[in-house]
RNA sequence: GCCGGUGUAGCUCAAUGGUGGAGCGGAGCCCUCAUAAAGCUCAGGUUAGAGGUUCGAUUCCUCUCACCGGCACCA
């Protein structure tokens, strides 16, 4: 039986445009998906939009939409930008979605009440009148005053469904501890068990209708709509049928195999979300890799900065195969990385265009002249070749997807050098052997690069096949 | 405040209890198959600072400084 694999990224939140971290989240959880693929194991890949929320209702009414015309809107953006990237996920689940989503949601919401864990109960917060939210303590001015309108808050009490999550924080801990569920990296594992050493407390799941009026009803209590964490973090469930008349797709691939996340929302997905799962009596995902974010010259993207660069604009001027490959060389899987385009077109060049690009070029120019029929490479090749592969898969493996292309180009450098020793162009017809090796070396390069440069490895692979030059990959950018 | 992490060549980072490495950028040399690409050589860095353990530490311990992250309803 083929071996399964189930990957998901976040769902974006559609309050705004798609940024260049959600093309980072993507682009890593691709070459994940695209590597299990080619092992020849059944994938699903899942990614999609967290559409509802007070924040998008208002975001919607400010432009004079209504909140599903502006969710539509917004999703289309992401859905474009995974097109444009080569993003190659098998579905795209939305939260708004009442045949795909809400069914799902609604029965686990079912699931959890039916074991005792959902309780109503008075929530009494510190209510900012022109904010129209609860504040934490923490972010108040003088402990009293709302930081935004410098007016003292008030003590409201409200209605709230709320999950029993400080039930669960020994047995996550010892699903933690036993590795059944896995964190990477082992900082962000320390960070959430010494939370749980804490206790989690019970948390909120829903809000009264007045006061959050973009979502899921409450099943049986039409006076709430359910909270954020219990509408999104099922999308990986739903993205894959739960809920719905097939269970064919769940079956087959739940649990997930990675939950890939941004460091942000560490909390929700290793805390949560298995814990609501052990509460419905299903299984949990089985890793939860945390990434970095994207700074731009050391410094955090805000608007407020003007340093926020729109992945689409990247695309656009550079292509979504060199945007791919800076953000998967450039930025550590699993740490925070630095992009300016003035590092993104030193990248592109230096491996790209000279690495890459020209080492095609100059192996395809002379192998295509002659017939290579029937000579083999030097053993030593394919030693090396096999010392890359082996390197190549580790580093996929541990999430170092950085690492994995740093051995890709050690490969194409011994590549160059044997051109430049052997001299092939000086004899081509008493070096055959050696430009056997050096397209088996192109070749290999390509197969290796397939997750993290589809289409140019493609290319490759098909001049190679046709015994053609090809079309210059990455011209010179000046 | 509490907990944790990091601090190595201009930049990004790797490594080891015993004469400090790679990639990129920069300088020089050289070849010409190739996208004026590739290859070779060069950076004299007190491995943040101070102290300790040791025959010997950059790698172990302590302290100081700097920076970063976590400490729950912002998704």
């Not at 005053?145 to 999550?165: A, R, S, T, Y």
Request: net charge negative.
């Amino acid at each position: 039986m083929k071996k399964k694999f189930y990957i998901t990224t976040a769902i974006a939140y559609t309050n705004a445009s798609p940024h260049i971290g959600h093309a980072l989240e993507f682009a890593q959880a691709d070459v994940l998906a695209r590597y299990h693929r080619n092992k020849k194991e059944d994938v699903f890949f899942l990614t999609g939009a967290d559409e509802h929320g007070q924040k998008i209702y208002e975001a919607a009414k400010k432009s004079g939409k209504s909140p599903q015309e502006f969710a539509d809107e917004v999703s289309a953006e992401f859905k474009s930008l995974c097109q444009k990237l080569e993003i190659s996920n098998d579905y795209f689940i939305r939260t708004t979605d009442k045949e795909k989503h809400w069914p799902g949601v609604s029965n686990l919401w079912e699931k959890i009440a039916e074991n005792g864990d959902l309780e109503k109960r008075k929530y009494q917060g510190l209510y900012c009148v022109g904010c129209e939210e609860f504040k934490t303590k923490k972010v108040l001015i003088d402990g009293n005053k709302c930081p935004i309108h410098l007016k003292e808050v008030e003590i409201v009490e409200e209605e709230n469904w709320f999950f029993k999550l400080s039930k669960y924080s020994q047995a996550l801990k010892e699903k933690i501890n036993s590795g059944e569920l896995n964190i990477v990296p082992e900082s962000r594992k320390n960070e959430i068990l010494s939370l749980l050493n804490e206790g989690l407390e019970d948390i909120s799941f829903s809000r009264p209708k007045e006061k959050l009026s973009w979502g899921i009803p409450v099943p049986g209590d039409e006076s709430q709509i359910i909270y954020v964490w219990c509408d999104a973090l099922t999308n990986y469930i739903t993205g894959i049928g739960y809920g719905s008349n097939s269970n064919e797709l769940f079956d087959k691939f739940w649990p997930a195999d990675i939950h890939l996340i941004g460091k942000d929302i560490l909390r929700f997905h290793a805390a949560i979300w298995p814990a609501m799962l052990l509460s419905a009596k299903l299984p949990i995902p089985k890793t939860i890799v945390a990434h970095g974010f994207i700074t731009s010259n050391g410094h955090k993207m805000s608007k407020s900065l003007g340093n926020v660069m729109s992945p689409f604009e990247l695309i656009e001027k550079y292509g979504a195969e060199a945007v791919r490959y800076y953000l998967l060389k450039e930025i550590p899987t699993l740490d925070d990385g630095d992009l300016t385009e003035e590092k993104l077109k030193e990248r592109y060049n230096s491996d790209l265009a000279n690495g890459l690009g020209n080492f095609a070029a100059r192996v395809l120019t002379m192998a295509t002249k002659i017939d290579l029929k029937d000579f083999q490479p030097k053993e030593e090749i394919i030693l090396k070749i096999k010392e890359i592969e082996s390197a190549v898969n580790k580093k996929i493996e541990e999430f170092k997807l950085n690492e994995a292309l740093t051995a890709i180009w050690e490969l194409i450098g011994y590549g160059d050098l044997i051109v430049n020793n052997e001299k092939p162009w000086e004899n081509p017809e008493n070096k055959k052997d050696v430009l056997t090796g050096l397209v088996l070396i192109l070749k290999k390069s390509a197969e290796f690069l397939l997750p993290f440069l589809p289409k140019t490895s493609d290319k490759i692979l098909t001049s190679i096949q046709n015994n053609q030059k090809g079309e210059n990959l990455f011209p010179r950018l000046k």
